[in-house]
């Protein structure tokens, strides 16, 4: 049957808010070469995907139909690669990101890596990448006389390389880097980022080990080690103390319990695990893929607000089973960016489905998030995730072969697979299984937007309602109210007036240890990791903070990600704004005070002098014009072109840190040159250096570092009163919120892990 005799009088956006089409005719509705829409509806792009995931089954057309089923009213959400890419017969990958090979420890490796990890973002996949193998900085390299720059200085290579990649038009990059706890840098690695604008396109994590934890609770010493050799020894709480230190100050680095992550691996008998993906929700052997979707458990649950609300547990298996099939077949349809990643995939076909809109269920079943009652449910529907999900891929594997590296007797003897319940043991000690791995839960922040605005992934809902504001194409700013999924669903039953529940509560409602008990009962049936955000109030004491790491460890969880709202992060949601951004030109006085910088660039053998004047404004001193000055003349056009728009934009007033944010992303193709220890990619960027330079020197701006290493500055000059969270890079509004351990923008959908 032709999937177009199913298309919809309406489609299901027309009766979404306004940020779920704007957001999916952005990044996952297919166009032209031309930007001529091809997807006229959502529901043509459900119908793309399911087409060509049912490509893959010898007779597809017994499976289209019920895969865009799966797909429509969104039930089974995809991610966002196979959105925007499945049907589209353009060259991507399916899958979000990779985990890199192994480096070994020579520079042909370190920069035959660099390539490969090149190739990998130009089509789109975020990277993860373990650097402990590489020898600590001062180490002797043998053969050259010469000593080691450490795996920091390669990370800043790397780091170089992802800005590159974006500045060509690419997809923003994501990219993860671990370092093992006992690595002679790791302590320079804990800090890297309090270092302005350094490793701004990594998220960090340290890999912590077992003997580790057991190392803090004793406060006993702690040996840093390469290559056999013992470097120095601290004490292991001291070393705890600079990790959750940093992470107080800045929200990275994350923590990974490596050893626990391999224990719990069902391939333990055939890989080993050094890494993980951007968002830390897939951990990720050598060029392991992450393939990832979520159940919609939103849209599940029957007789909302009421006694007997519920999700129908034979109407979920029957989602997940077609969901698992779904994903099993991307793998075949997908491309991949290098061939040793296809091989990886093929060899296991590990997949990561996992669950979005937890928190609006939980609320719709009268469950309040971070409750003991919740916590209890949000495990058993991911149990009954979890038995569908095994059960389906021991029958895939009956009809289709099991995963080329299986092996029965070390698969069933793996830890995970013993705490499985009879019925799934015999099938796959019957069948074999398809999947090595079936269950993650991943950041949803985009796809649970265009959902009609869902909670994300296992997170709390954040906001139950904040002010957007939309950029208009005359360069207006208009503000619309989105509220959550949940919220409305209450609404449209008891009437705009009613008031909410007592199972409505959001992210900072929550305490630290109820952000935990809810991660930890996932994980107990996720058999990959899970993205989640511990958030925790400004005002947390330190030994509260770090009981909160303590807590995840003794509780099963594979990794710890907080956020705390400070001075260098800002708060992360403006949730009511309380002005909008002022519309009226500034006025020059005649009289204005400044500042000159000097500014050298390699290829000219005269000076630059940029002079940015400012001007006061409610108490505020702010940028007001700029003037660049030369004897080379060379670059004259351009300059002035420059500082005049730049000037122009000052004088409109409100906002204006992204300026400085913009010109640093400029490359020039010639190449830039590094200057007091870090790389500036053109001149362009350096001008935007010395603006940004320019606002921290007069108060305008704050501190830059932002928690997942973004640089965008926070605006200073806000009312009293108002709460502004982290400047988005895109659309320049306060607003980032960190959710499922990845920044995203309430007003714009951006999201710094694609």
């Given amino acids: 049957m032709d999937m177009l005799e199913f298309a919809p009088a309406s489609s299901a956006l027309d009766r979404a808010a306004p940020i779920s089409r704007q957001i999916w005719d952005a990044k996952y509705r297919l166009k032209g070469a031309n930007g001529d829409p091809v997807d006229r509806m959502i529901e043509d792009s459900w119908r793309r995907v399911a087409r060509a995931l049912a490509a893959a089954e010898t007779e597809p057309s017994l499976w289209e139909g019920r895969f865009y089923e799966a797909l429509a009213d969104f039930r089974f959400m995809p991610a966002g690669r196979i959105m925007a890419g499945a049907g589209s017969e353009r060259r991507v990958t399916l899958f979000n990101c990779f985990v890199m090979g192994e480096i070994e420890d020579d520079l042909g490796s370190i920069f035959a890596h660099l390539r490969e990890a090149a190739l990998t973002m130009q089509q789109g996949g975020g990277i993860g990448y373990d650097f402990s193998s590489l020898r600590p900085k001062g180490a002797p390299v043998k053969g050259v006389g010469a000593d080691a720059s450490g795996p920091l200085s390669f990370m800043d290579v790397w780091d170089s390389m992802c800005r590159t990649i974006m500045s060509a038009g690419a997809r923003r990059g994501a990219m993860m880097a671990t370092l093992r706890c006992d690595h002679p840098d790791i302590e320079a690695f804990i800090a890297a980022k309090r270092e302005p604008g350094r490793l701004r396109n990594f998220n960090l994590s340290v890999l912590v080990t077992d003997p580790f934890m057991a190392a803090v609770e004793a406060d006993a010493d702690w040996p840093l080690v390469f290559g056999g050799t013992t470097y120095r020894t601290l004490r292991a709480r001291a070393l705890f103390d600079s990790i959750t230190r940093a992470t107080y100050d800045y929200a990275e680095p994350g923590v990974i319990f490596i050893d626990r992550i391999n224990a719990r691996n069902n391939l333990a008998y055939c890989e080993t695990i050094h890494a993980t993906n951007p968002c830390g929700e897939q951990p990720l052997p050598p060029y392991g893929a992450c393939l990832l979707g979520s159940v919609n458990m939103a849209r599940l649950v029957r007789a909302p607000f009421?006694?007997?609300?519920?999700?129908?547990?034979?109407?979920?298996?029957?989602?997940?089973?077609?969901?698992?099939?779904?994903?099993?077949?991307?793998?075949?349809?997908?491309?991949?960016?290098?061939?040793?990643?296809?091989?990886?995939?093929?060899?296991?076909?590990?997949?990561?489905?996992?669950?979005?809109?937890?928190?609006?269920?939980?609320?719709?079943?009268?469950?309040?998030?971070?409750?003991?009652?919740?916590?209890?449910?949000?495990?058993?529907?991911?149990?009954?995730?979890?038995?569908?999900?095994?059960?389906?891929?021991?029958?895939?594997?009956?009809?289709?072969?099991?995963?080329?590296?299986?092996?029965?007797?070390?698969?069933?003897?793996?830890?995970?697979?013993?705490?499985?319940?009879?019925?799934?043991?015999?099938?796959?000690?019957?069948?074999?299984?398809?999947?090595?791995?079936?269950?993650?839960?991943?950041?949803?922040?985009?796809?649970?937007?265009?959902?009609?605005?869902?909670?994300?992934?296992?997170?709390?809902?954040?906001?139950?309602?904040?002010?957007?504001?939309?950029?208009?194409?005359?360069?207006?700013?208009?503000?619309?109210?989105?509220?959550?999924?949940?919220?409305?669903?209450?609404?449209?039953?008891?009437?705009?007036?009613?008031?909410?529940?007592?199972?409505?509560?959001?992210?900072?409602?929550?305490?630290?240890?109820?952000?935990?008990?809810?991660?930890?009962?996932?994980?107990?049936?996720?058999?990959?990791?899970?993205?989640?955000?511990?958030?925790?109030?400004?005002?947390?004491?330190?030994?509260?903070?770090?009981?909160?790491?303590?807590?995840?460890?003794?509780?099963?969880?594979?990794?710890?990600?907080?956020?705390?709202?400070?001075?260098?992060?800002?708060?992360?949601?403006?949730?009511?704004?309380?002005?909008?951004?002022?519309?009226?030109?500034?006025?020059?006085?005649?009289?204005?005070?400044?500042?000159?910088?000097?500014?050298?660039?390699?290829?000219?053998?005269?000076?630059?002098?940029?002079?940015?004047?400012?001007?006061?404004?409610?108490?505020?001193?702010?940028?007001?014009?700029?003037?660049?000055?030369?004897?080379?003349?060379?670059?004259?056009?351009?300059?002035?072109?420059?500082?005049?728009?730049?000037?122009?934009?000052?004088?409109?007033?409100?906002?204006?840190?992204?300026?400085?944010?913009?010109?640093?992303?400029?490359?020039?193709?010639?190449?830039?040159?590094?200057?007091?220890?870090?790389?500036?990619?053109?001149?362009?960027?350096?001008?935007?250096?010395?603006?940004?330079?320019?606002?921290?020197?007069?108060?305008?701006?704050?501190?830059?570092?932002?928690?997942?290493?973004?640089?965008?500055?926070?605006?200073?000059?806000?009312?009293?009163?108002?709460?502004?969270?982290?400047?988005?890079?895109?659309?320049?509004?306060?607003?980032?919120?960190?959710?499922?351990?990845?920044?995203?923008?309430?007003?714009?959908?951006?999201?710094?892990?694609?």
């Fill in 306 to 754: 009421t006694p007997q609300a519920r999700i129908d547990e034979a109407e979920l298996a029957d989602l997940v089973a077609i969901a698992i099939r779904m994903m099993d077949n991307t793998i075949d349809v997908s491309g991949f960016p290098l061939e040793a990643q296809q091989r990886e995939a093929q060899a296991k076909r590990r997949i990561g489905l996992g669950m979005t809109g937890l928190a609006d269920a939980l609320a719709m079943s009268g469950l309040r998030y971070g409750s003991v009652e919740a916590a209890e449910r949000a495990e058993d529907w991911a149990r009954q995730i979890s038995r569908a999900a095994y059960l389906t891929s021991a029958h895939l594997a009956q009809e289709k072969g099991a995963f080329p590296l299986f092996d029965r007797e070390a698969y069933l003897a793996g830890e995970t697979i013993c705490e499985m319940d009879e019925d799934v043991r015999a099938a796959i000690a019957a069948n074999g299984i398809r999947n090595a791995l079936l269950t993650s839960v991943a950041p949803t922040g985009t796809i649970s937007l265009v959902a009609d605005n869902v909670s994300s992934g296992v997170e709390p809902v954040f906001a139950l309602a904040y002010t957007r504001k939309v950029l208009q194409p005359d360069g207006t700013r208009t503000e619309e109210e989105v509220s959550d999924y949940a919220v409305r669903r209450f609404r449209a039953l008891f009437g705009e007036n009613a008031p909410l529940p007592a199972s409505f509560v959001t992210a900072l409602d929550l305490t630290p240890a109820e952000h935990v008990r809810m991660q930890a009962a996932v994980q107990r049936h996720v058999d990959s990791a899970i993205s989640k955000t511990v958030n925790v109030p400004e005002d947390i004491g330190m030994e509260a903070f770090q009981a909160v790491y303590l807590d995840a460890y003794r509780s099963g969880c594979k990794g710890c990600t907080t956020y705390r709202p400070n001075a260098i992060t800002g708060s992360v949601l403006e949730v009511k704004p309380a002005a909008p951004i002022p519309g009226d030109l500034l006025l020059r006085s005649e009289k204005l005070s400044g500042i000159t910088y000097k500014l050298r660039w390699p290829d000219s053998e005269h000076a630059m002098y940029v002079t940015v004047n400012d001007i006061e404004q409610d108490g505020i001193r702010r940028p007001f014009e700029i003037f660049c000055n030369s004897k080379n003349l060379e670059h004259y056009a351009w300059v002035v072109a420059l500082t005049r728009m730049i000037s122009a934009v000052f004088r409109r007033g409100g906002e204006v840190a992204f300026v400085a944010e913009e010109l640093k992303q400029v490359f020039d193709p010639r190449g830039g040159h590094w200057s007091n220890g870090r790389y500036v990619p053109s001149l362009v960027a350096a001008i935007g250096d010395v603006i940004e330079r320019h606002m921290l020197e007069i108060g305008f701006l704050a501190e830059p570092e932002l928690a997942g290493g973004l640089t965008a500055p926070i605006a200073t000059n806000a009312r009293p009163g108002t709460h502004l969270g982290p400047i988005c890079p895109k659309c320049s509004q306060p607003g980032l919120v960190k959710e499922a351990g990845c920044l995203a923008c309430v007003h714009c959908g951006w999201s710094k892990c694609g």
